[in-house]
């Protein structure tokens, strides 16, 4: 009988421990479809100086979540704000491609909004901003430069005198001609602020390797990648921040967008 309980216990061990590999396989498939992501927050004064609106957009792989529809929701990861408190929301699917594979979705309430409010303990941190984030990993595999990788997106929240952060509508996946790839960055201010890009750091990103000749411009918003023919056909990870600033020419708020670029010999029709 001690032999037949031990096999019984070795049984039910084994079973325990693919349950979990299960488990944990299932949670990693679900957080390693990323494509894109874009949070932007608007101050809301009229309810308290330390509330903000966030709007979140993000892209993922249709089949991780089984390929929902318009309308349906999945759930992605968490969102924090920066102040220790985070969000594990649901995304409803305002965009879809079946035949690539893809989603985009964005953020709602308990009723069904798709505007987050959250209400920090200041309208600053100690006069620095909220270093608020989207982060985990991965990102799909095919992506050349960043296979498999982490993704990070900041978003810098300050409040003060009621300023909101710019938007962006760039798709998830921008085609870009390798002889010719530029194209724009579109982005408005809602308190008409002075804007500015950037590209996003590796700290910031996340991203292991930003190919070379890859450019924004800091007035326009107009990306370019010189040099992007010696670079093989397929999707590239990229972040470009953009930035709200002062008159003073101080920056006031930043919102990352984290997109692909598909490489190609033509440009899209």
């Not at 100690?126 to 984030?133: C, F, H, I, R, T």
Request: hydrophobic fraction near 35%; proline fraction near 5%.
């Amino acid at each position: 009988m001690n032999n037949l309980a031990k096999g019984f216990g070795r049984v039910h061990g084994l079973r325990l421990v693919w349950a979990l590999v299960l488990l944990f396989a299932a949670a990693y498939a679900e957080a390693s479809h990323f494509r894109f992501g874009h949070f932007t927050y608007q101050s809301r004064p009229d309810v308290s100086t330390s509330a903000a609106d966030f709007t979140m957009t993000v892209a993922f792989r249709s089949s991780a979540f089984g390929h929902p529809q318009i309308g349906q929701t999945f759930r992605p990861g968490s969102y924090s704000y920066g102040d220790g408190r985070s969000d594990n929301l649901n995304y409803k699917v305002v965009a879809r491609n079946l035949q690539e594979d893809w989603i985009v979705g964005r953020a709602i309430d308990s009723s069904g909004n798709e505007v987050i409010r959250h209400d920090y303990p200041g309208p600053s941190n100690n006069g620095n901003p909220w270093l608020a984030q989207f982060s985990s990993c991965c990102k799909i595999g095919a992506i050349r430069n960043a296979a498999n990788a982490y993704w990070r997106v900041y978003t810098r929240v300050d409040l003060a005198n009621g300023n909101s952060s710019p938007v962006s509508n760039l798709p998830p996946i921008v085609s870009c001609a390798k002889y010719d790839c530029r194209f724009l960055i579109p982005a408005v201010d809602p308190d008409r602020d002075k804007i500015t890009w950037r590209m996003s750091t590796r700290s910031e990103s996340a991203i292991p390797s930003i190919p070379a000749g890859m450019a924004v411009d800091r007035d326009t918003g107009v990306f370019t990648w010189t040099g992007a023919n010696s670079f093989s056909n397929g999707l590239y990870s990229v972040q470009v921040t953009i930035e709200d600033r002062a008159e003073d020419d101080s920056v006031k708020s930043t919102t990352a967008i984290d997109f692909l670029i598909r490489l190609q010999d033509q440009g899209a029709n």
